[in-house]
Every structure is written in C-alpha cells, then in structure tokens.
C-alpha cells in the first residue's frame, strides 16, 4: 500500500512538473539601459515600443543575437505572443540598475465599446469592452488610441488590444466606483452593432453618487470632461516645469481658453483645451494656482453645494466661431530661407537638452505649403533634415509648423530619429485649428 501512495506521489509530481516546465518558458531577464522594442530583428526593423533600464521581461527565440520579448507572465509558448524584439547583449540575468518609467492612463468607459484592428470604423472589431472595464490607453493617433490590458507592464504596440476611440474614456481615480466582473469577450463584435464605434449599452443600472470633489480650487467640471476649461482674464505666464525659475513657455493671452489639472506645489499643469487624453505626458507647461484663482470666471463648472451632487451630463450645444475676428491677432508666419525636399522651410529654432539620460537635438522648422501634407511627406522631409545634422550617439526631434500656427505652440508633426533611423512619428490635427488646413 505504501508502494502505490508513494508510486502515485511521484506520479503527480512528474506531472505537476511537467505543466511548471510548459508555463515558464524561455528566461527572465533585465534590461541594463533603456531599449528600443522592434517589430523584427533588426536595428532597422519599425519602433513599436520601449522598456526601461531595469524592466523584467521574458525572453525566448533567440536568434541573430536578437530575441523575442514577453510579458513576465505570458504562459503562451508562442512567437506570436511576442511584444517586440531587442538585442540580448542588453539583456541581463541579474538587474544591474532599475529606472521605472510611467506609462499610458488607467481609463474605463462607462458603455460597452468596440476594440479595433484600425484607428477608424473601418477597422475591424476585435473585442468589447464592457461598461467600466479597466484598460491602458497609450499611443494617442487623432481622435483614437491603442488600448491595454489592465495588467500590462511593457509599453509596446504590439502589446495592444486594438483601438478605440478616445473620446469615451474617463481616467480612473480614487473615487471611481469598482468595475462589476464580466465576461471577457475575444470574438469580434457583431455587425449589427450601434453607432459605429460604441457598442449597444448594457441594461440600466443604478448610477454611481458622486460626490462632491475634495481637490482645491479651481472646481473640477461636473462633465464628462475631465480637468477644468478655464477662460483667461488676464495675461498669465506658463512655464516648462513647476516653478518660477523654469523656461518661460509662453504667455496665455486674455479670452485664451485651456484646460487645467494635476494639482501638485501650488501648480496646475496645462493643456490643450480640446484635449482628450487625460495624462500630464501631454501637458503644454504649467501655471501658478494663485494666478487661476484670481480669474474672475471658471466655465464648465457647477460649485456643487454640500450635500448635492453634480449633474451625470449636460446638453451638447454646437458653437460657431468667427475665425475672421482673430485673423489680425496672429503673427506673421516665418519667411523661408531654404528648400528641401521639394519644399521652402525656416529652421526657427535648434536646441540640444538630456532627457531621460539620453541627449535629444530639437529642431523647430517652419514649413511653407499650400496643401496639408501627407505623413509619408513628412517623414521624407523629415529625414533629409536628419541626414544632416545627425550626430552619434544622439537623438533627434523635427517638429514641423504649417503657415497659420502658433510656433510657440504644439506643432503639427513630430518626427524623432536614433543616430541609427526614425523612432517615431505623430501628427496632431487639432493644432491646425484656425488654419486654412482645418
């Protein structure tokens, strides 16, 4: 009896072994320096991601000196479940230096909403996300973004569940009520699906109270909208960092209209006010709080009294603008003094800053055109001005302006290349609003 126990005992360690063995494949290494994630294996292959000096990850697939890069955790033994690819030589069994670097913004909508292989309607659906559900968003492309596992630890684009449209997404706080458990869905949603984008709204259900906000003044909106939209009454200087000895960005002009949020030392960080991501990440600079609070006037906002609670939402108006009455308010655009690639541009301004240990050239260039150009034109002109002026062991930034923009503000594109080849590329079609291209 004794014999068959122990037999068995042996039995099921073998096997418990076994499964161990399927689950934990490949290795857990460190990254000795921040790296570049790819999409093969090749320093020339397209930038997908990043990791951080320090970041844990699984690797596997060795080959050429290259590997396949994993979450910690992944469980699928499958090249297809790579995150990106990087060099092993970086990759170490030990971590040496640890270096976490934020990414992405906890969001969640509050209706069912589409997952798609493309940043359009015309993309596939790939998954519903129920009402609430938690996820990652990153990698903002117009009006859409790449969504995100809840749980997920490597910033990379193939690391993404797809896209979906920003403009659902709520961030994620304290007071957030917690999600209600559902069934994950993998399929692709069906065809008869409502408003393109958004997915039929699950049964009613009763709605969170919510109470009045603890932050300082000024009052958060009671929108959907996250942050408050401020309109200026005075001129007030926004700088680069939280503190009055930091670069001058500009000064904010009275009527200006921006959003504000992320309180922290006295100081607001400032966006956009068509911003629809909430993440500092994409904050334009910041402003003293004190000089916010003597604005006569905080729109969007509802001073919920104790004891009341903010409305759930509000009434969509249309509002037309007369773009001829700030016609003679905007500066004169800069005169082109050099051509390349087939265009005439200005290089306004070049600097060269540290950022995150790594040593950035920026370029400022004034590009003049009739037509909106496309990103493959960019890209071309960006990389002709980067044959140039690139040097070793240094990064680089285009950022490119269109006649009619404010080039002490947020350029249309953005264009970022290694010493080796392009990095990333972005454009932002918001900022040509009040332009003859939008």
């Known amino acids: 009896m004794h014999k068959i126990i122990s037999i068995s005992l042996l039995t099921a360690l073998m096997v418990l072994s076994a499964a161990a ?60 479940a790579a995150v990106g690819y990087s060099n092993a030589k970086y990759l170490k069994k030990k971590r040496t230096r640890h270096e976490p670097k934020p990414w992405g913004e906890m969001v969640y909508a509050g209706r069912n909403l589409n997952v798609r292989t493309l940043p359009s309607t015309k993309g596939k659906k790939v998954r519903l996300l129920a009402a609430d559900e938690r996820v990652i968003v990153d990698f903002p492309e117009d009006d859409w973004t790449m969504v995100f596992s809840p749980d997920a630890t490597i910033r990379s684009k193939m690391n993404a569940l797809g896209y979906s449209s920003a403009k659902f997404f709520e961030p994620v706080t304290d007071d957030t009520p917690a999600p209600m458990e559902v069934a994950q869905v993998s399929e692709p949603v069906p065809s008869g699906s409502t408003g393109g984008n958004v997915a039929p709204p699950p049964a009613p259900k009763p709605a969170p109270k919510v109470e009045a906000p603890t932050q300082p003044a000024p009052v958060k909106a009671a929108t959907s909208s996250w942050g408050t939209v401020v309109t200026l009454k005075r001129k007030v200087n926004m700088r680069a960092e939280r503190t009055t000895s930091s670069k001058l960005k500009r000064t904010l002009q009275v009527g200006e209209r921006v959003r504000v949020d992320y309180f922290k030392n006295g100081w607001y960080a400032v966006f956009k006010e068509d911003e629809l991501i909430r993440s500092e990440k994409r904050a334009i600079g910041y402003v003293l709080r004190s000089l916010l609070e003597e604005q006569p006037s905080v729109e969007n906002v509802v001073a919920a009294g104790k004891g009341m609670s903010a409305p759930a939402g509000g009434i969509k108006k249309t509002m037309v603008i007369d773009r001829n009455r700030f016609s003679g308010a905007k500066r004169p655009d800069p005169v082109p003094n050099k051509n390349a690639h087939g265009y005439q541009y200005k290089l306004m301004e070049k600097s060269e800053t540290k950022k995150y240990g790594e040593t950035w050239i920026t370029m400022k260039i004034f590009l003049s055109t009739t037509k909106l150009p496309g990103t493959t034109a960019l890209v071309d002109f960006a990389k002709t001005l980067w044959r140039e002026n690139k040097r070793t062991g240094k990064n680089l930034a285009v950022l490119i302006y269109l006649p009619g923009q404010d080039t002490d503000d947020l350029s249309y594109g953005v264009v970022q290349f290694t010493d080796k080849d392009i990095l990333e590329m972005w454009i932002r079609k918001t900022t040509l609003f009040g332009t003859k291209f939008l």
């Open 21 to 80: 063995a399927a689950m934990a494949f490949g290795e857990i290494r460190y990254t000795d320096r921040p790296l570049n994630l790819r999409n093969g294996r090749s320093a020339k292959a397209k930038w997908v991601g990043s990791l951080y000096a320090g970041q844990k990850v699984r690797v596997a697939y060795e080959r050429d000196g290259w590997v396949a890069i994993f979450e910690p955790g992944e469980t699928r033994n499958t090249e297809k």
